[in-house]
């Protein structure tokens, strides 16, 4: 075996494409800003004296139906991104 062959032969790694695509991180980075979206918007509810409930304040729309909303969106959009395949996949 001559050195070219040899060198070749060491230095030739396989073509391992990427897990995943440039649209899938864009995909879970939308996810997890969904996720955090939704958390912030159930945070909060805190009464100035505790002796007082305000239950407009803490069942809101945005804290019982919104927000909960976002973060099942979220979370249903990074499964979504992980498994999208990838357009340029070669078979």
């Known amino acids: 075996m001559t050195d070219t062959k040899a ?3 060491i230095s030739s790694k396989p073509d391992v494409a990427p897990l995943f695509s440039r649209d899938n991180y864009r995909l879970m980075l939308l996810g997890i800003v969904l996720v955090g979206l939704g958390l912030f ?6 009464s ?3 002796n007082v ?3 407009d304040q803490v069942y809101s729309f945005t804290r019982i139906t919104l927000a909960p909303i976002l973060i099942l969106g979220g979370l249903a ?3 979504f991104a992980i498994f ?3 357009k340029n996949i070669n078979a």
Do not use: C, V
Request: proline letters at 5%; a positive charge; aromatic letters at 4%.
């Open 7 to 9: 060198k070749k032969a």
């Open 41 to 46: 918007l159930m945070a909060g509810g805190k």
């Open 48 to 50: 100035k004296d505790p």
């Open 53 to 55: 409930f305000n239950a």
């Open 77 to 79: 959009l990074e499964i």
């Open 84 to 86: 999208k395949k990838s």
